[in-house]
């Protein structure tokens, strides 16, 4: 987090991280709704709220990657297993089949934009 921002802050960006909405969040950090709005407003707390939100979801992806095989194996053992019901297996099948589609759309795209920033990067030399 930023130096600017104060522990106070500090808590306020953890509460907002972790409380359903605004008045919940004031509570836990000890501050007015009011207060925090104004913080909401503030450029060094939505940056230090911007910072701590991108290591949040870092966090997540790192525990879903690592949960990625475990899943996998489940949807095979779903697609393999003949005694499941039919519509388990084709939901398991359609599952697999989605995701592939999307990480390949995923990859595709990163690398065309990966070419452009690289053509922008040249232009601008």
Known sequence: MTE????KKRKAVEALL????IKKA???????????????KDADFLAALAEAEAEALAALSRTLV????????????AMRD???????RL?????VLSRLLQLRELV???RRLSG????????AL
């Open 4 to 7: 600017k921002v104060t522990p």
């Open 18 to 21: 972790t409380k359903a909405d």
């Open 26 to 40: 004031a509570q836990a950090a000890g501050v007015s709704r009011k207060t925090l709005y104004r913080w909401l």
């Open 66 to 77: 690592a949960l990625g095989d475990q899943a996998v194996a489940v949807l095979r053992d």
């Open 82 to 88: 003949s005694t499941a019901p039919i519509n388990a």
């Open 91 to 95: 939901r398991a099948a359609d599952m």
């Open 108 to 110: 595709n795209l990163d």
């Open 116 to 123: 452009l920033e690289a053509r922008v990067n040249e232009e």
